[in-house]
């Protein structure tokens, strides 16, 4: 659920889920106290991952909130996502962790774990963060075991990004309330009609997978491990299979040769699933019109569906509590910042920020409109749990599905990886 410039996924998760190695942090009564400064003017350090855009917008943010704490400056720094990681696990062993660092949910329960994460609480309860105004409550969108380890900058949520060309030619126009046989009877009238494939491939899609057992009565995870077996795994791996030698799914061999650019662009399938404001990056790599069509359903009511993205997180040994919250509240809070960041982090998680940044590009309008029906539509839900381990996780059912895909194992045989692989990141977090 983090944002990361068209980098390929699969390289990404494989460096984040080291991100922790060597990390044994203990910082018992650290980050508790006051602000330390004694008066005087306060200094804190905040990191986050990006391009040079959004390095230059959380500037601008960062000048204004100068000017309205003018005695709390903020130190900056920013890397690409794999070296945000690899830089902050050196900082947070060695004790010099930023201040106030961007954050996403696949990582708080394993640096909770290790004492790495500010619990906001206090801070909320001595009034320099309000947790007022969130969109669906976006506000416990961070709670772990009932600490508050980050406050969400903006939302997202699942989607099937779709090419508007080819889904109309077919006739098909995807509403809320449709359901997976009629996503998959739209998929095969797309390949019989005009010879794409209707999908890029859905079945490494964690997230998706998520919502596909949320709807049945699961989760991929629990609090504490996975939330579903092989009985669950094996017959979406083996129909997942099924459908890519008969083409619905698109060439794995092709999807995998242009990336980082999407197979959806590129014009290989015609549709896949990934995060709403991701849709995006779609108009810059390809000749289409795209947009967003609502995630399916078993039943045509549950899509299983929840709201979350980028946060910002406080680290447990920081000397300013205060003025750490007194910055995540503005980042969060102040419609200016929401007017110079506009969707570049997701869509702003308060209605302050929301209603303060009227989109004027079609994808970002898109993207407002989509998380407005289904807000409005009542099918938002809390967020499943990540368990310590859920990056590694992630990245293991990515890299086994798409060998999966290209014949490299059977459907019982990556079952078995995966769960085995699975069982060892969760021992070993």
């Known amino acids: 659920m983090s944002r990361n410039n068209g980098m390929d996924r699969r390289q990404m998760l494989k460096l984040a889920g080291l991100s922790a190695a060597g990390l044994g942090l203990t910082a018992a009564g650290c980050g508790s106290g006051g602000s330390g400064s004694s008066g005087g003017t306060v200094t804190i350090r905040h990191s986050w991952w990006g ?29 690409q996502y794999p070296d945000f990681w690899k830089k902050f696990n050196t900082q947070a062993a060695g004790g010099n962790a930023p201040d106030v660092i961007q954050n996403a949910v696949t990582f708080l329960r394993k640096y909770e774990a290790k004492n790495v994460l500010l619990d906001l609480h206090p801070q909320v309860e001595k009034g320099n963060l309000s947790l007022d105004g969130f969109r669906s409550g976006l506000e416990k969108f961070a709670e772990v075991d009932g600490k508050l380890l980050g406050v969400p900058v ?28 009629d996503w998959y009877a739209g998929l095969q009238q797309i390949k019989n009609g005009q010879k794409i494939a209707g999908d890029a491939g859905p079945h490494g899609v964690m997230y998706l997978y998520d919502l596909i057992l949320r709807q049945n009565g699961k ?30 799914y698109a060439d794995p061999k092709k999807v995998e040769q242009i990336k980082p650019a999407s197979a ?10 990934t995060w709403d404001n991701f849709s995006v990056r779609y108009s810059a790599e390809g000749k289409s019109s795209y947009g967003l069509a609502p995630i399916p359903s078993t039943d045509g009511k549950k899509t299983g569906q929840y709201l979350g993205s980028l946060m910002l997180s406080g680290t447990a040994r920081t000397k300013h509590p205060a003025e750490v919250a007194t910055f995540i509240g503005f980042m969060t809070h102040d419609p200016a910042v929401a007017r110079i960041m506009g969707y570049d982090r997701g869509v702003p998680a308060t209605t302050a920020q929301f209603e303060a940044y009227q989109p ?9 409109a989509y998380e407005s029906a289904i807000a409005g539509a009542g099918i938002l839900e809390p967020i499943t749990p990540h368990p310590a381990g859920a990056d590694v996780i992630e990245a293991a059912f990515l890299r086994i599905s798409a060998d999966l895909s290209l014949g490299k194992a059977s459907p019982k045989d990556s079952v078995k990886q995966f769960f085995s692989e699975a069982k060892t990141a969760l021992a070993s977090n």
């Open 51 to 79: 391009a040079d855009d959004r390095a230059k917008k959380v500037q601008q943010c960062v000048a204004l909130f100068e000017k309205k704490h003018p005695k709390i400056k903020v130190k900056t720094d920013f890397q």
């Open 154 to 181: 903006g939302s997202n949520s699942m989607a099937l990004v779709i090419d508007e060309r080819v889904y109309e030619k077919a006739g098909i126009a995807p509403e809320i309330g449709w359901t997976w046989d």
């Open 219 to 248: 989760a991929f995870f629990t609090e504490d491990g996975m939330g579903f077996g092989e009985t669950e795994l094996l017959p979406y791996w083996t129909e997942a299979l099924e459908r890519v030698k008969s083409g619905v």
């Open 264 to 273: 959806t662009a590129k014009g290989l399938s015609a549709g896949e699933f």
């Open 360 to 368: 004027t590009d079609a994808p970002s309008k898109a993207i407002a």
